[in-house]
Structure formats: C-alpha cells, structure tokens
C-alpha cells in the first residue's frame, strides 16, 4: 500500500509541477462555459422594434411601453409608413417591425377581431422565428388579461379569438446554456480523463520510466491505476467548477437530484478513464495517444452525443452508432436529471448502460495490459 | 574472480534467442550455457546494434526470449519473473528518473517503490550520493549528464539488489565521471553485488573480471580481459606516416597484411599468419616503394580492441 501511495504522490507532483497544463484543464471549461453560455447563445437579444401605427392607440401605445421592458426587445419608435419601416430595416435601425390596423383597440372587442401584422428581419431566419414567436406570445398574453376583464363585463358578447398558448418546458426562456452545459460537462470530463491519463501512462513508455517501473516489485497494474486517482481528483474539480459556473453564473437551476447528478458524472468519469487506460495499454507514442483520444473520441462526442446537432434527424445508421458513444448516455442523463428534474428511476437506463460500458473498458483495459515491454 | 560452475551461479544464460521481426537477423543469438559468478564485475562490450540491450531487456524479465532461457538467483526468467524482479536492480540506457521530480525525490520515489526507506540502504549509495547532495533539490532534468547517471545508479541501487544490470551507464558521460562511475562499480563489487554491465567503449573493459564481446547478437569471445589479450597470438603493428589517408591504402595493398585499421592517430596492420617481417622492413618498403615520408612503425602489444577487430572475422 506504501508503494501505491508513493505512485499516487509522485503523479500529483507531476500534475501540479506542469502548472500551464493544469490551468489548461481548469480554464479550459470555464471559457467553454462563458463561451457557450453568452457569446455563443442561441438567445435573442437586443432586438430592435419598430413600429407602425395609424393612429395614437392607447391600448397599442401600453403594449409597447411592455415590449420594450422586456429584456429581448427594446422599442426604437413609430414610423409613419411601411416604407419607412422597410427603410429602417433595411438600414438595420430595427429587426421587427409591429403593424397595427386602423381602430386597432375598437376592433379588438369586435366579433370580427383586430389584426396585427409581424414583420421580421428574416436574414438570420433562426433569430427571425425566435423574435416572432416571443413577440407574439407578449402580445397575446397582454390582450387576453384585458379580453378576459372584457367577457367578464359582458359575457353575452362572443368577442375574442381563439389565442394559442405556447409553452416551452423546462427551459421557458430558451436558453441556450440548458442544452450546452451537459454537453460541455460530457466533452471536458473526457478530455481530461481519457485524453490525461493516457498521455501520461504512454509517456513513461516513451521516456523510458516504465522500464524501470516494470522491473520492481510493484504489480504493474497498480502504476496504471496510480494514476488514475490524481486525474479523477482533477476531474472531480473540474466538474465541481462547471457546476458552480452553471448554477451561479449561468443560472441554470438544478431541478433534480444533486446526489444522483454527483453520481452520474462519477460513472462517467470512471468510465472516462477507463477509455484512457486502454488506450494507454494499447498505443505506444504520446502523439498517438493523444491523436486517439482527440480525434476519434472526442469529435464523435461533439457529433453523436446530441450536443450540437439532434440525433433524431440523423440517418438511422448513424443514430445505432451514436448509441456506442457514452457520452451521449452521460448528456442524455444529466438532461434529464438537470434540467428536466425527474426522478431517477427513469435515468436508470443510462446509469446502467454507462457502468457497463466502464466495465468493459477496464477489463480490455487489464487483458490488454503488458507488464513486458514486447 | 570467482568464476564457478557451482550450482548458485547468480546467472545463468542459456542459449538466449531473440529475434524482433520475421525474415530479421536475430537481435540476440546466444548458444551454449553461460554462468556469471557471485560478486562477478561482467563487462558486456561491443558496437551499438550488436544485440546487448536486448540481451539485457531479456535478463531483466522485460522483453520475452523467443527461445533459450535463463536463470536469475537460480529463477527462471520466463515463469518467476514476478519474483525476479523483487532481487534486480535495473539501470537503462535511456535517462529513465522523472525530469520534474527533484534529486531527492527521485530517489524517495524509487525506494518507496520498492518499500524501502532511503536511511535502510543509504550506506550503499552513500559514496554516489554525497556528489548530488548539493543539487538535492534541483530537477533532476536539469543535471549534467554525469550527474543524471549516478541519480540513475543510486535510484537502482536504493533498494539493495543482490544483481545490478547497467545498460551503457557510461554513454554521453564525460571522461572524470565514467572513471568514478567505475571506480563506484568496483566498491560495489567489493560489498558482493554481481554487476552486468554494458558499454561501446573498449578501455572500460579492463575494469571488469570478465568480459564478454558481442557482435551481431552473439558472443564472439567471453574471458578475462588479460587473457582475451595474451590470447592474441599475431604480431601487430602501429603505422604512421605524414599522409595517413594514402598510407591505410597502400597499407590494405600489401599482400602480408591481414587486416589493417584506423586506431586513435596511427593505423595498426596485422600480418598474415605464417608470415614474420621486422618493423624496418615495412617502414621501409613504405618509404621506397610507396613514396612516404616520415613513416613510423612500431611492432606493439594488443589491446581489446585490437583483440575485437581481430575476433570480428571469425
């Protein structure tokens, strides 16, 4: 036991000696996080409204002022024409445009109903629809409050139309971070426990070290598991910081169980290294070790594990490969846990499937581990 | 020396045979049975490529012989391995300490390794280690060649190994530290440590009781070096003259010269046997017959090398 601790010392004094690598490994997610979180968001934000108006309506001049309140949209002014408005849009001075009828409010209580027409920059069709959609539901949401007091005073009329009510579960502002912070979590924790661990083992091939520590008493598959203890601490902080980023940067609340999220992103971190422990048992350069674990696990992670694009509209083919990548179990059950806030009885799926992976990859891992250099 | 044929020979090399790729000359092509005595100083010598880290990989359980075993404290390579590996101290010939990892460190590193504390053993590194006491807190990847082998030494040392194999300890060294890397060797020696050690340089051979001479994967020759050199029974000579390069030439045109080489400053020519001639005779056949000037020749005694060029042909 004295050795295995002597093993485990030597590597944190390895780790915590190459300061540029580990601030690579704990900056890393925080500028993935900030980077996903704000920069690259799918959001909308300060969208410019224009608007047009025949006459001073009091009811459209309230909405407005509410639009305008909101944190997506800011009220630029009213234009006299749908010119003017075209104008203004093409000049970028606005990106959606509101155009009320004539006797807007009058018509509204009317059996025949009031008409708002939507005009939206749809250069970035993307932003267009996301605009639309948010300005509508405000408009709605606004003139059904005032609707509802109307049918109360007068229930004999049949006035108001039927208004559509959307909504986004889960994740009712659409924010982008809900669906980047599980995927990031997936990519980092793999990044540094397949691609840290295995670069490590294989460069004591390469130095020449592992010769020396092949000819000692220590059972050599305690070397490999030596370490793996100060790769799981690092891991374990890196996923404590994304976590607290999460949370109190990006507000993402936790819905679920912080317990069984803690435990899922263990399962994966094991698995994680195991993926690096056989890597390391069966490559024998570092650069081919890191071409392994940069390139043919980590880009399928970008690509199969739901992270960016939708699995469901990939060809089935592809759908049964992505299947194989564990990374998609692990995104897949933090969604779930994290956002969706269910209990765990319905992640229980993922959590078994990825300890089997875990498994099989440690045992290939140790079948496949020589303890002569031939 | 103490060359027995007694049952504990500490190693015994049986007909070792390894051979890294198919349709390959084998890196290793041992015959017959070879034993390295209890407290031996075994010198391994020859060219880079003649098959001595192999040789040295397979004694010390790392590479797996394709045929032939041996004997390590009467264990067997192939099946005790394990147990082996608990008795050797192992030295490559890559510089294979941690370059992050301080002097001291280091050396707690590897005694820990092996379950040892640094005090049990110090008295044996003892005279290695009050060099790098100095440097104690320096990286070890920013020591001097020298300095980085005897750190490599005491870290193989630490645990007190009843063999020691040293593969080229003494390759990218300089000339004050390899001769009190030996010099360290020897004290070994003196404690009861059986040493293997290999090297390209011909003069360090002296320092060893045996040695063996490897070319091309087998032993050429495996004696004492006194006796390797009173074995040479040929007469060998040391030419010079101003124009050396012409000189190896007209030296390999001579019909009586056997073999003729460049050693150090001077050529030295072996005659063919059966055949006698003084050295102002070829001092002045030189001159007159092939225009030299200031030609010197020196009948002279057969070192190894000498010894090594001349078992090359058989």
């Known amino acids: ?374 | 020396m103490e060359v027995s044929g007694s049952e504990n020979s500490p190693i015994v090399i049986d007909s070792l045979v390894k051979t890294y790729r198919k349709n390959f000359p084998p890196a290793v092509h041992l015959t017959g049975r070879m034993r390295i005595g209890r407290g031996e100083l075994f010198g391994i010598i020859g060219p880079d490529g003649a098959g001595k880290t192999t040789l040295f990989r397979m004694l010390a359980t790392l590479v797996t012989p394709d045929s032939g075993t041996a004997l390590i404290e009467g264990m067997d390579i192939l099946r005790d391995y394990r147990k082996i590996r608990t008795v050797l101290g192992y030295m490559p010939g890559k510089f294979s300490l941690y370059p992050d990892l301080s002097v001291r460190e280091n050396l707690e590193f590897f005694a820990s390794v092996f379950g040892k504390d640094i005090d049990v053993n110090y008295g044996l590194i003892e005279d290695i280690y009050c060099r790098l006491k100095p440097f104690e807190k320096r990286k070890a990847g920013k020591l001097s060649g020298g300095m980085k082998q005897k750190l490599a030494l005491c870290c193989s040392l630490i645990h007190s190994p009843s063999i020691l194999f040293l593969d080229e300890p003494t390759t990218g060294v300089d000339p004050s530290s390899r001769r009190e890397l030996w010099d360290n060797l020897a004290q070994l020696k003196a404690s009861g440590m059986t040493i293997v050690v290999s090297t390209a340089y011909m003069d360090e051979a002296d320092r060893c009781d045996r040695v063996g001479m490897m070319k091309a994967g087998s032993f050429l020759a495996v004696d004492s070096p006194a006796d390797i050199i009173s074995g040479f029974s040929r007469k060998l000579f040391s030419v010079r003259s101003d124009d050396m390069f012409r000189l190896l030439k007209d030296l390999r045109s001579i019909a009586a010269v056997d073999k003729c080489y460049t050693f150090g400053d001077s050529h030295h020519i072996i005659l063919k046997t059966g055949i006698d001639a003084a050295p102002e005779e070829i001092c002045r056949y030189l001159t007159v017959k092939s225009g030299h000037s200031g030609v010197v020749v020196k009948e002279i005694k057969a070192t190894l090398e000498d010894c090594y060029m001349n078992l090359e042909e058989r």
């Open chain 1, 1 to 374: 036991m004295r050795e295995f601790f002597a093993f485990v010392r030597k590597e944190f004094l390895h780790i915590f000696r190459d300061t540029r690598t580990l601030l690579v490994l704990i900056g890393l997610p925080t500028v993935l996080i900030v980077l996903f979180g704000f920069a690259i968001s799918t959001e909308i934000r300060n969208v410019n409204v224009g608007l047009l108006s025949s006459d001073g309506d009091l009811p459209v001049m309230r909405l407005m002022e509410e639009i305008d309140q909101s944190e997506y949209f800011t009220f630029k002014g009213s234009y006299p024409s749908e010119d003017r408005i075209e104008e203004a849009m093409r000049r970028g001075q606005i990106d959606v445009a509101l155009i009320f009828g004539k006797g807007f409010s009058s018509r509204l209580y009317s059996p025949e109903g009031a008409e708002v027409a939507i005009v939206a920059d749809a250069t970035n069709p993307n932003n267009a629809s996301m605009e639309v959609m948010y300005l509508s539901s405000i408009i709605s949401s606004y003139f059904r409050d005032d609707m509802v007091m109307a049918a109360m005073m007068s229930p004999s009329a049949g006035y108001g139309s039927l208004v559509p009510n959307l909504k986004m579960m889960y994740n009712p502002q659409l924010k982008s971070s809900y669906n980047f912070v599980p995927g990031i979590m997936g990519l980092i924790l793999m990044l540094i426990c397949s691609l840290m661990t295995s670069v490590s083992i294989v460069k004591e091939k390469e130095t020449g070290s592992m010769e020396v520590l092949l000819v000692s008493p220590v059972k050599p598959i305690n070397i490999v598991l030596a370490k793996m203890i100060p790769y799981f601490v690092v891991a374990c902080v890196v996923l404590i910081n994304i976590l607290l980023l999460t949370i109190f940067v990006l507000k993402v609340p936790v819905e679920g169980s912080f317990f069984w999220m803690i435990l899922v992103s263990v399962i994966y971190i094991v698995l994680s290294l195991g993926i690096g422990m056989l890597v390391s048992a069966v490559v024998r350069t570092q650069i081919i070790a890191t071409l392994i674990c940069g390139v043919i696990f980590l880009v399928p992670v970008m690509m199969f594990s739901g992270m960016l694009y939708p699995l469901e509209s990939m060809p089935a083919a592809l759908q049964w490969f992505a299947q194989l990548i564990p990374a998609k179990w692990f995104i897949e059950a933090m969604r779930k846990i994290m956002i969706e806030g269910v209990p765990v009885r319905y992640v229980t799926n993922e959590i078994l499937i990825m300890t089997a992976m875990a498994v099989i990859f440690f045992a290939a891992a140790v079948m496949k581990f020589n303890d002569k250099l031939d």
